[in-house]
């Protein structure tokens, strides 16, 4: 199990206070977005429940204290991918997504049959077989987002934490990852936290949103419960309309400026 809980999150980056007692809870098995303007506390949320920041208040991943997992365990829990990940160039894209295995390594950090076995289907199954002998520094923007999530897949972890895994990406590229991603959280249970700019993607794939502006959760709930366009337009600024899609889900639109 490795659903999440939050209570009271908050952060301070530079004595700055940037979350301000964020709750959140994400049943295990299920997807949920988090969503926001620019600054409002997205990545600095995700990177708390990564164990990767200091915070105050009280993060709980599959039952366990966040900031008390050692690394290597923690690494078997959460697999993170930031929103700016730093590759090294030199490194070949096989070699990068194999990395992916060092918390599952034994005593001598010895790789088994098995773990490149796995690091060769995250391979496979972000299309990226063909490239892994390829320099990372030789691979366009949407390739390299794909390799990092290859490597989070890799991971095996039951909490897949995602800063905008498609900004980069085309659209079926775009399609074919949170479509794989939502399969593995179906099949294999896994559960999934996203950040998502692009409102109508996080309502078509989330079971759940939450809506974060200046560090605080305005609102949460199902995808018509918060994308509504009256909350769109104060929070974001923005001239929008909320259409339906057919299924009951939102589709958010901008709508055009009057120009010249
Ligand atoms: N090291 C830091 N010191 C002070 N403030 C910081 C630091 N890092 C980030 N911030 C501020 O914290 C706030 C939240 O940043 P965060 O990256 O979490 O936003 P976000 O919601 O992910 O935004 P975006 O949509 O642009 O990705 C921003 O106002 C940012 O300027
Ligand atoms: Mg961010």
Redesign the pocket.
């Known amino acids: 199990m490795s659903g999440v809980k939050a209570v009271g999150v908050r952060v301070a ?2 004595r ?1 206070p ?1 979350l301000h007692g964020v709750d959140f809870a994400v049943a295990s098995g299920s997807w949920h977005a988090v969503l ?10 995700l990177r708390a429940v990564a164990g990767i920041l200091p915070y105050a208040g009280e993060i709980h991943v599959g039952g366990q204290s966040v900031a008390r997992l050692a690394a290597k365990h923690r690494a078997r829990l959460i697999a993170y991918v930031p ?1 700016e990940p730093q590759l090294p160039g030199d490194m070949t894209v096989g070699e990068y997504v194999r990395l992916g295995r060092t918390p599952h390594l034994g005593y001598l950090g010895v790789e088994t049959r098995d773990d490149r076995a796995v690091a060769g289907r995250a391979l496979e199954r972000l299309d990226l077989t063909g490239f892994a002998t390829r320099r990372l520094g030789a691979m366009s923007g949407g390739e390299r987002q794909r390799v990092v999530l290859a490597r989070a897949l890799a991971q095996q972890a039951g909490l897949l934490l995602l ?2 895994p498609t900004t980069a990406l085309d659209l079926g590229h775009q399609q074919q990852v949170l479509d794989l991603v939502d399969e593995l959280r179906s099949t294999e249970g896994l559960t999934v936290v996203s ?1 998502l ?1 692009d409102l109508s993607i996080a309502a078509q794939y989330a079971d759940e949103l939450t809506l ?1 502006v200046g ?1 605080q959760a305005v609102a949460r709930g199902t995808a018509r419960e918060v994308l509504t366009e009256e909350r769109i337009a104060e929070h974001y600024g923005a001239r929008i309309r909320v259409l339906d899609d057919g299924e009951g889900r939102p589709v958010v639109h901008l709508v055009r400026g009057k120009g010249r």
């Open positions: 980056l530079d700055k940037i926001g303007p620019n600054g409002a506390g997205k990545s600095t949320l929103q800063d905008e950040t700019h974060l560090g």
